[in-house]
């Protein structure tokens, strides 16, 4: 019961939202989603790709691309209100509620808000993190690559050295 109990504090950090994959190939979205509706670089050269999702529910996808390899995602967010299509994120679907997103990810590290309307909550030592709005539903997600996959933008890995991960049940790999 305790080590089930602390996984359910402490989700590991998570590589997959709403079926796409950080370090996939930054095309993915194009062909899953079609055209984004919206591109914009940053100031330090990050490439934002947005696409719709439930345009009633105001839901949205958000890819990032980083400038210096903008061939692959290094952030993937979604956003939307609550029955925004979305595949469950730990079990989880926007609009669920304060309480159900504290039994999920356990307590943030930290809030901040944003605007007058929602708050975002970090994790430590995690890879994602979680808004809500201001009558406490969970209203995005964000994941975002580990500087290790920033390092590793030279070395794609490839059919064969999934394969051999596979084989030798190396989930890390």
Excluded: C
Aim: glycine letters at 8%; aromatic letters at 8%; proline letters at 5%.
């Amino acid at each position: 019961l305790v080590t089930n109990t602390a996984a359910q504090d402490h989700p590991p950090n998570q590589f997959e939202l709403n079926g796409f994959l950080l370090g996939q190939n930054e095309s993915a979205p194009d062909r899953s989603l079609g055209n984004p509706y919206d591109e914009q670089t940053d100031e330090n050269g990050w490439v934002h790709r947005m696409y719709f999702l439930d345009k009633t529910r105001n839901g949205f996808m958000l890819f990032k691309y980083a400038a210096e390899d903008l061939t692959r995602i290094y952030v993937i967010r979604v956003v939307g209100g609550a029955g925004t299509h979305m595949r469950p994120f730990l079990g989880l679907n926007l609009g669920d509620d304060e309480s159900k997103v504290a039994r999920v990810l356990g307590n943030p590290s930290a809030i901040r808000p944003v605007g007058s309307h929602s708050a975002l909550y970090d994790y430590k030592n995690r890879n994602y993190l979680v808004a809500l709005d201001s009558q406490g539903r969970l209203s995005g997600i964000e994941i975002y690559a580990a500087k290790r996959l920033a390092e590793r933008s030279g070395n794609m890995p490839t059919v064969k050295d999934l394969e051999t991960a596979v084989r030798a049940k190396d989930t890390d790999a």
